[in-house]
């Protein structure tokens, strides 16, 4: 599939989605029916299927924590610093976190999955994971900050660690190192559902996103904008190319932090006393603008 196909695809399943909320046909209930089978099924059979059968010491490395640890840090430093002078707790506290925290399982990982191929889906996986860790326990903690809204952490973190996809990705680096392999029908029936994973995700994608008013600050949002999506994988080539990362996993990472701006942080901030107009608004028009700059990142991928 070329660049120009895969936006219009990725376009396209965007649109039908965001219609099919729009007009009443997925409705919230059944948003989360969809939702449900992406992140329990087809999601962690994407990610076993990409890590069951590679060389462990070839897709996991110190360079690779290092990096991705590294990576969301200093973008969330950056944007705490870009959005310091917002006078609103609650539009300071969405801008923040959504100029980090990245859709890293339903458009990052089928992403890279769909365009560049095994290896990169298996280095994915795991980046998926670390980023998992990273970014959620980050993103409460800025938001309890700034917006001094009280969340029970505990519950937050055993959520985390009974993550599907990141069950997922334990059994599947287990399985790549154990004396078996997974072969024939289960692999075959495994790899046809993981093919599904881009479509459904974008389709939840749109599906999910709520938009209260059309009226938001252009200057807020652009910012959020050129943060996620222009400095953030700009971020991530500098970080892994200074800790020596391989060249699939430089362009694995680049790609993957090209996403947008996760759909979890609309539910994050509207929690924790964030601006959910705001947080709604940024979520739809960085996953519409990646679209373009996903597509981009990947011609530029050598």
């Not at 994988?233 to 680049?254: D, E, K, N, S």
């Not at 705001?278 to 011609?299: E, G, K, P, Q, R």
């Amino acid at each position: 599939m070329d660049v120009l196909t895969r936006l219009v695809v990725m376009i396209g399943l965007l649109a039908v989605g965001v219609g099919l909320r729009t007009g009443d046909i997925l409705t919230a209930r059944r948003v989360g029916w969809l939702n449900s089978v992406a992140f329990y099924v087809v999601l962690p059979a994407l990610v076993f299927d990409s890590t069951h059968d590679e060389p462990l010491g070839e897709i996991i490395s110190v360079r690779l924590l290092v990096g991705v640890v590294a990576l969301v840090a200093v973008t969330a430093v950056i944007a705490m610093v870009v959005h310091r002078r917002l006078e609103s707790p609650s539009a300071r506290a969405a801008a923040t976190v959504q100029s980090y925290h990245t859709n890293l399982g339903y458009i990052g990982l089928p992403v890279v999955a769909s365009a560049l191929g095994e290896r990169a889906a298996a280095i994915g996986s795991v980046v998926l994971g670390i980023g998992a860790l990273v970014q959620i326990p980050l993103t409460v903690m800025l938001l309890v900050r700034i917006t001094g809204a009280g969340t029970n952490v505990r519950d937050e973190l055993g959520r985390l660690v009974t993550n599907p996809v990141l069950i997922a990705l334990l059994v599947g680096l287990a399985v790549s190192q154990a004396p078996f392999a997974v072969t024939g029908r289960p692999a075959a029936g495994i790899a046809l559902v993981a093919e599904a994973a881009l479509p459904i995700a974008l389709l939840c994608v749109g599906g999910s996103i709520e938009l209260e008013s059309i009226d938001f600050d252009r200057s807020i949002v652009g910012r959020v904008l050129a943060l996620k999506l222009l400095a953030m994988p700009a971020i991530a080539w500098l970080v892994l190319l200074a800790v020596g990362a391989t060249p699939a996993t430089l362009r694995t990472v680049v790609v993957m932090f090209g996403a947008p701006t996760a759909v979890s942080t609309f539910i994050y901030v509207t929690e924790m006393g964030g601006d959910r107009r705001l947080a709604s608004v940024n979520v739809f028009l960085t996953t519409v603008a990646s679209a373009i700059t996903l597509s981009a990142l990947i011609a530029l991928a050598p």
